[in-house]
């Protein structure tokens, strides 16, 4: 079971702003507007309205995933598959599914142990 992670209280808050307040900022920017007055206007840090506007690719917060979203969604259907059957599966098992793949696959995942992912 993945722990639960609690932010610690007076710890960064990430985006306080809506994605309608991004894109209105960032066409604001296209239309001549500098990146300061657009970030006073739409309450959003200049950085956010600078990437946005050059489209730089930025991974999400917080751990990357390891398989890959196409992947995770197909081990998700195929467990809930299961389970549906009347074959429940433990974390036990999903593990070794996983191990199971990417052994077949012949990737080696450095992060676990064995090529076995780990509890969490």
Excluded at 65 to 73: I, N, R, S
């Amino acid at each position: 079971m993945p722990r639960y992670y609690t932010p610690k209280s007076g710890a960064k808050v990430y985006k306080h702003y809506t994605e309608d307040q991004s894109v209105q900022a960032v066409s604001a920017v296209q239309r001549g507007m500098n990146y300061r007055k657009a970030a006073v206007k739409y309450k959003i840090p200049r950085s956010v309205i600078s990437r946005r506007s050059t489209k730089v690719k930025v991974n999400k917060q917080g751990g990357q995933t390891v398989l890959g979203v196409d992947v995770e969604q197909m081990l998700v259907s195929r467990l809930t598959t299961c389970g549906q059957w009347g074959f429940p599966l433990d974390t036990i098992d999903l593990r070794m599914i996983v191990k199971g793949y990417l052994d077949h696959r012949g990737v080696v995942v450095k992060k676990f142990k064995n090529n076995e992912p780990g509890v969490e």
